[in-house]
């Protein structure tokens, strides 16, 4: 591309005129360069070409002069464009493509393609103001012209080297400038005699919340545990007769520094057929749950994902390519006395234990994306949302976590009451997508009154009975939350956990040890999956929690399983 700015003053010298064009040129010339269908060691070439050059330009001048029966000079301006477009394609050209190789195993690439068939298109218009007399500007409209490009041939300088671990084998690249102008030859090239091979292996992930609003992860981009990932091989056919073989999807295990690659484990095995001369693009859908962590918990920030193509047995070629993976995220939901702010340490400790970008959201952190209220502290008086009120909250607040890591599936950690405003989510709000997972792959609750607590039953009688009850306090009373798991029994497959505090003696006139407000039957309630920690309901986001009870349930790898923990009293009625 060129740029061209130019300023000069009017003629009468009381104004003056600018320019500024812009021409840009792009070719780009895919050559296929296979096996005659003699197989005489001969081979023939065929591009698939396209061309665009594009001119515009503007320009604008101003003059001062003055008109018949007026005083005073008045300012007169004109503005005037001009656009070309020369496009060019060729699908199936005849090419050339040359290789001289020296004795001392330099060698050289040459290609041709020859003129391709051109249509050039165009308009131009103006317009003014300030005449003395009005001047009507337009557009007017080129007819297409016909014509033809020039033949293009380039080659490279001579100076890479036949590798010497594969002789029949020859890849590369080679640029060369020409004032504002690049040319690049990329060449991949193979001795006949396989007549199949990879030309590339992409992936791609669903953009969220559209399903099937497929995008590609780069190299530089990262995906994120539980999303459906598409890995996509394109398979060349460089013979001159239609091939069929097999394409075998493989993660290659790498356990880390220093550590040595474990076998590849096969993901996906897949029948093709490849017309000859063209190329195949073979996909393989993946689910990817678990993938971010090993089977011993230890973060897995990279897939190494390989392609191998199998004919009769034989492995005739093959191609990796790694794929990042961060875990899913985490949200994070405060209880009764509390807010975001509890939750403070954890995205540090999140991203200290998994480099990938392990992300946290702290339920109110960004009120604008959601914003919970269950008391200020033990003595506010001041009225709070309900439950109900709550969990409407917390699926904006999902929703925000899912677009700002464009991930399908998250876990939630919930402290005391927050437990009950994720059960509620989970059995009235929470979807199930296409893929049959849950959207919450697992709730974690820290100290969760499951039964009530009867600390709100002696806290909250008193304010009832004199017409000011607290929302938060009064749905946490046994009577009211017998009431609630009446009602709220959906799991939807996901999987629960709960963490019950012991470091409290029995009181509120109940004999069972608690976390100081919680009672440990109360916190394990139903639930399978349980852990007990001499702790107090208001110490439980600690590192202490998270590495000891968190960490292990989360930090599945896919040999464990992610969901397979049996589930006592009430069961998912959803598939």
Known sequence: MSTLSKSSPRIAGKGIQTSNSTTNYDYSARIRVRETPERRGYSVATANASSLLSFS???????????????????????????????????????NVSVTMSANGAYSIGISVPALHSTTTGSSSSSYSGQCYPKKGGTTNVPPVEGRTDPISFSTDGS???????????????????????????????????????????????????????????PETTTVDGNIVRMRAIVANDSGEDQSATLMFKDRDQPGKNMPEGPAKLLKQVSFNVPAGEEKTVDFLWDTSGHAWYDDGRPKHRQSIKAEIWDNNKKIDDLSRNLNLAPRPLVLVHGYWADWSMWRTWPSMLNETHYAGWNAFAVGERPGNGKMDMGESATSLKPTKTISQNAAELTRYIRYAQEFSNAWHVDIVAHTMGGLVARQYIHLSMPIYPDGKPQVAHLLMLGTPNLGSPCADVMSAPLEAIGKPVEALREMRTGAVAQFNKHIVERKGVEFSALAGTHGVPRCYSLDFNDGFTPVPSALWTIADTARMNILYDTMASGGVFSDFVMPRIAKGPGVRPAGIKLEGPKSRTP
């Open 57 to 95: 330009e503007s320009r604008s001048s101003t003059d001062q002069a003055v008109c018949s029966g007026e005083r005073q000079p008045r300012t007169m301006s004109g503005s005037f464009t001009t656009q070309r477009e020369t496009r060019a394609s060729t699908p199936g050209v005849e090419a």
């Open 160 to 218: 890479h080297r036949v590798p010497l671990s594969n002789l029949d084998h020859l890849s590369g690249s080679y640029s060369k400038k020409y004032g504002n102008v690049t040319d690049t030859l990329v060449w991949d090239l193979r001795r006949c005699g396989t007549p199949l091979r990879l030309v590339d292996l992409k992936f791609e992930d669903m953009k969220f919340p559209l399903w099937e609003a497929w995008r590609e992860v780069t």
